[in-house]
């Protein structure tokens, strides 16, 4: 006989959404560490043997890239339930109290009792942990019920598409070439003195920028992408169903001529591709005109939608 344990708490974090039930996590298993999760990491041998539990104080957020998440759902044989894991539960209860988190157990007994506990870890499936309102907006993005529903509640999350790894966004602008790698360093190694400090004014910007190319101050004119830009537009006058306008910004205005409505085409590539345009539909100055608009990325995610728009064509 086996048993499956599932972790309930009380919700309270979530407010009117579970005032009167309790929360109950149904997740599976173990997954990739990424930024927007939270709470109890493990590390694995090759053999997903699992080495260590992290709680938040043993976080360590320079260890992330080793971490996976657990997901809360453990199949424990029936010997290891009577024999190991509910006399140590009952006397962890009556050292620490109740309020304390089930895999402290299991931390516990991986250190003392030399058990072997394994992972399964997931390879793409869906799943979310619910702890507070913000994170139940977020699920209802990833288990839309359907694209026109995911298309509604997207726009709503934008600043925080970290939270969906696989959106590629080609609404909003970013620099998808600054800071350098290099700057990114220095960044993590001052972090602190840049964190408590007032920022430089554009005059001491221009002052540094002039000093790095050896110029005058007064002749710095930032750009970027320029010509990755320009690869992008050629790339565009590939599709045939799309008529783009050239740009000098790191935008271009796209005339969607047949096959699509611009709502069909971006509903389209959020639901099929996980890519996110700007529909111009209802717009001022759009009227009767079937537009949508794009921000230039780096050359992969400017491909991958490059491609993704010819996959459309037959």
Not at 65 to 71: H, P, R
Not at 188 to 196: M, P, Q
Not at 225 to 244: Q, S, T
């Amino acid at each position: 006989m086996q048993a499956l344990i599932l972790a309930a708490g009380t919700g309270s974090r979530l407010g009117k959404y579970t005032k009167e039930n309790t929360k109950c996590m149904l997740e599976k298993a173990v997954d990739k560490y990424q930024a927007w999760m939270d709470g109890t990491a493990v590390t694995l041998a090759e053999d997903d043997s699992i080495l260590g539990f992290y709680g938040k104080k043993a976080f360590r957020f320079q260890d992330v890239e080793e971490y996976y998440k657990t997901v809360n759902i453990y199949k424990f044989s029936k010997e290891f339930s009577r024999n190991t894991y509910i006399p140590f539960l009952e006397a962890y209860s009556k050292a620490m109290g109740d309020n304390e988190y089930y895999e402290s157990v299991l931390r516990v007994v991986l250190m003392l009792e030399e058990q072997e506990l394994k992972a399964l870890r997931l390879n793409g499936e869906k799943w979310y942990e619910i702890d507070d309102v913000q994170d139940k907006a977020n699920a209802e993005v990833i288990f839309s019920k359907n694209a026109k529903e995911k298309l509604k509640l997207i726009p709503s999350r934008y600043g925080g598409y970290w939270r969906f790894p696989e959106l590629r966004d080609f609404c909003y602008l970013v620099n998808p070439y600054f800071p350098t790698v290099k700057m990114q360093e220095e960044m993590k190694a001052y972090f602190y003195e840049l964190l408590s400090q007032y920022p430089s004014g554009q005059g001491t910007q221009r002052l540094l920028a002039g000093k790095m190319f050896k110029v005058e101050a007064e002749n710095i004119i930032v750009g970027n992408g320029v010509a990755e830009r320009d690869r992008f537009y050629n790339r565009l006058k590939e599709i045939p169903y799309l008529e783009v306008v050239y740009s000098q910004a790191n935008y271009f205005l796209l005339h969607v001529t047949d096959k699509f409505s611009a709502s069909e085409l971006t509903e389209i590539l959020l639901d099929r591709y996980e890519l996110y345009i700007k529909d111009l539909t209802g717009k001022i100055g759009f009227d009767g005109r079937e537009c949508i608009r794009i921000a230039v990325k780096d050359f992969n995610d400017n491909e991958f939608l490059i491609e993704s728009f010819k996959k459309l064509e037959g």
